[in-house]
């Protein structure tokens, strides 16, 4: 079995259980802090993804293809200087972002989030900045050289510290008031970071080729073009995932501003956009982590076929991505848009928030693909690009959330417009860019077959939820209406034959059994 599809496969498995692992966490948190604790931990948790997007500074891509380069010259040397630059460019940004958050916190708190308790979640956030600094790195080495099984599980580990400590600390320290609460979930994250970096440090310890202490400071001092190739990379992928993290920093804002001006007030706002982001949101983002281990896989996969020029290589992986993206995706879509209110019943004891499910559910086809084209461009050298599609797609994102959300028709319904439009735009942008660069076949016919599986699938899944009623109770409806259009999507992909033999065949444990 191919690399690609090996570490894809590996990812697959470690995303499905962080996810599941992650909508437990969700569950709790929302069980434990109710929608206005949701609110305050989702208000502040855009600025830990902006801080960690400076501190990464894009390195992790640029790690994992160089990597990936070296290692099919065999230059070790050269690996270990990778690794020696990566590291001492995160550690020099985590010992100034540190500080700066902390001093930074009581202003963002009560002038931009015009909420001061949000203060406390921002301040919990500090201690990740280091932990991250370092994993981060060590994640893009470890994909450089296509083993994606330490990514994997450092993910799993960090999830579970986060559901072991979720209950726990934010029963602690409710009684003290819902910030407190929101800033030990807070907490509860950055716990799950270090254990991921302990479990990281150790296996690169007992798998490293090379002494990375032994002439340390001696390799980062002649690193200087190692740094140059890096930051060809690094600083455009940064850029777009810099754009990404500043447009959702100032999504908050944007909204609570925008609502405040249609006349709601800010604990009503706060609990609105804690049900778009903290209880919609998530399930949307669900069948993310198919796409987020395909990009992953992708980079190091496709610049090593980009290295040796293997055109030809590079097309069949795309359109392999692609297709996959969509399968999966579609199956997401039908099942979010056919059981929105169920799901939201079992996971929240609360209906609110499906609305945003239906809404947006039909549009998240073009969210799964985004991540998988993004890697594509990264891998061939059009980070660039790939930045100026972001950067397009933030302001026409902030630009209808502040135009919709402001006006009382809409309220928080015109932010989750807005996220839609930024999202399918970028999307386009991303495929337009690809399509320049890289020649393959777009067969409408298989997409043709897809929706009419995706519709069958779904209208099924309606009339087993509404008509087989194996129990009063609601788990076992949704269980059987999930199962009957699982069962009935994979039975169509294979009589239609969007699913290939061969595919199936390379898929470890499953293979075997066809």
């Known amino acids: 079995m191919s690399k690609f599809l090996k570490g894809t496969f590996i990812l697959l498995i470690a995303g499905l259980i962080t996810r599941v692992l992650g909508f437990i966490y969700r569950i709790v948190l929302a069980r434990s802090i109710g929608e206005e604790g949701v609110g305050l931990y989702m208000m502040a948790y855009p600025t830990f993804i902006l801080v960690v997007t400076i501190t990464q500074l ?4 640029a790690i994992s293809k160089n990597i990936a380069e070296a290692e099919a010259r065999g230059d070790y040397a050269e690996i270990k200087k ?9 550690i020099s940004l985590s010992i100034i972002l540190t500080p700066v958050i902390i001093l930074l916190a009581p202003i963002l708190a009560t002038t931009l989030f015009t909420d001061p308790r949000t203060y406390y979640p921002l301040i919990a956030i500090a201690p990740a900045i280091p932990i991250i600094a370092v994993s981060s790195v060590l994640r893009g080495y470890f994909q ?3 083993n994606m099984r330490p990514s994997a599980v450092s993910q ?3 999830q579970g510290v986060r559901i072991t400590l979720i209950a726990v600390m934010t029963k602690a320290f409710l009684p003290y008031g819902v910030q407190y ?6 907490a509860a994250s950055v716990l799950g970071e270090l254990l991921s970096l302990v479990y990281l440090m150790t296996t690169f310890k007992l798998k490293k080729r090379f002494p990375l202490r032994k002439n340390f400071f001696q390799f980062a001092h002649k690193g200087k073009k190692t740094f140059q190739d890096l930051m060809k990379i690094a600083l455009p992928t940064m850029g777009s995932r810099m754009i990404g993290s500043v447009a959702w920093f100032f999504e908050p804002i944007v909204v609570a501003h925008s609502l405040a001006l249609a006349g709601v007030l800010a604990v009503n706002g706060t609990k609105q956009y804690g049900l778009l982001t903290g209880y919609a949101m998530p399930l949307l983002m669900l069948p993310s982590f198919v ?7 992708l980079v190091p996969a496709i610049s090593e076929a980009n290295s040796r020029n293997n055109h030809k290589l590079i097309a069949y992986r795309l359109q392999q991505a692609l297709r996959l993206t969509f399968l999966t995706g579609g199956l997401a879509v039908i099942v979010l848009y056919v059981l929105a209110d169920p799901l939201m019943q079992l996971m929240y004891g609360s209906t609110k928030g499906s609305y945003f499910i239906r809404l947006m559910a039909p549009f998240f086809l073009f969210f799964y693909y985004q991540g998988p084209l993004q890697a594509v461009l990264q891998a061939l050298n059009l980070a660039r690009a790939a930045m100026i ?3 397009i797609g933030a302001v026409v994102k902030t630009a209808v959330i502040f135009f919709l959300a402001s006006q009382a028709s809409f309220g928080i319904t015109g932010a989750a417009l807005g996220i839609i439009v930024g999202f399918v735009l970028v999307t386009i942008l991303h495929f337009a860019t690809v399509l320049k660069k890289v020649t393959f076949p777009f067969y409408i016919g298989d997409y043709f077959k897809g929706f009419l599986v995706m519709g069958a699938s779904g209208w099924l899944g309606y009339w087993l939820f509404e008509n087989i009623l194996l129990s009063e109770h609601l788990l076992v409806r949704v269980l059987t209406s999930i199962t009957g259009m699982g069962i009935s999507y994979l039975v169509m992909l294979l009589l239609f034959g969007l699913i290939k033999k061969d595919e199936i065949h390379r898929i470890p444990w499953i293979g075997k059994l066809f």
């Open 291 to 297: 796409t987020f281990s395909l990009a992953t896989s």
């Open 389 to 391: 599609n972001s950067l």
């Open 58 to 61: 894009g390195l992790p891509v």
């Open 156 to 158: 799993i580990l960090e």
């Open 181 to 186: 609460a929101a800033a030990a979930a807070m």
């Open 144 to 146: 450089g050289r296509q």
């Open 82 to 90: 990778i690794l020696v630059v990566s590291l001492a460019t995160t």
